[in-house]
Structure formats: C-alpha cells, structure tokens
C-alpha cells in the first residue's frame, strides 16, 4: 500500500532538506500516542542517493503527516504554524520545553523548533480568557503562555 492509500484527504507535508528521518524521530518522541506508519526510499534517478529515505509518514497524537526530504531549496517560516492544544499548564510546560530545546521562543505562546518549523502552544482556554482585555494584554508580554497568570488577569 502506499503512503498516500488511508491516509486523511488532506494530510500536512513537511519540506526537510535531508533530515526528515532525524525530524520524524524527534516529533515522535515529543507527542504521545503517535507512530511512524511508512517511508518511501528513493528510486534509481530520482533525487538524492538511490535508497535513501524519500518520505516518511507518520502520525503525532491522531494526525497524519508527511516528511520529505527534499533538499535546501525551501525552508519554513511563521506563515504556517501548529497549533498544541494543552489541558493544564503541565502540558504547556512539557511542550514548550521539548519543542523549544534546540529553537527559540517567539511571543504568545508561539515558538521555532530545532527544524524551523513553528508551532503554537496554547491553553484550551485561551480564546475565552482573551477575550478579556487586560488577558490579551498580559499574552502579549509572555513568550510562553501561563494560565495561572492569564485568569489573573481576566479576573482583574
């Protein structure tokens, strides 16, 4: 079966430039419940070395995804994100901490990982806590978001 056989109609794809094997290992090991579900090796005439990995899909907590190895030619940027959900701010700490490690933090709970690649990590309650103005106002100065401190605020 290949890669693209049961898999989601739209299913995020991933540009790496020849790391997608060290990426997928890493996503793995961040988000639970997740799994490796298939690669594709490189034919004879294809770019990069015949038999080297191509794509690897793969699967974080219930969603599919595609990694490519696919040479320098792109890189990601902030126009596109994922979003973590997180339950309580032990969540929020454990994510920001290993998706962080290796990358920078950016403002408002977003954050670069080691790959560039952009991700949000965020309270389930964030939209109704913002929508107080002195919240908004006490997101706007975090970099990553504490809860404690946001219902501080839109109870203030």
Known sequence: MSTLEGSSRITPFLWFDSNA??????????????????????????????GGVLTISFELDGQRFTALNGG???????AISFVVRCDNQQEVDEY?????????????????????????????????????????????????LDIAELERAAQS
């Not at 320098?72 to 902030?78: A, D, H, L, Q």
């Open 96 to 144: 920001w901490s290993k998706l962080s490690a290796g990358g920078s933090e950016i403002q408002c709970g977003w954050l670069k990982d080691k790959f560039g690649l952009s991700w949000q990590i965020v309270p389930a309650r964030l939209p109704e806590l913002i929508n107080h103005p002195k919240a908004m106002q006490a997101m706007l100065r975090m970099k990553k």
């Open 21 to 50: 094997e060290e990426a997928v290992e890493f996503y793995l090991s961040v988000f639970k419940n997740s799994r490796c579900l298939g690669e594709q090796r490189t034919p004879e005439g294809g770019r990069g070395p015949k």
């Open 72 to 78: 320098p030619v792109f890189k990601f940027t902030e």
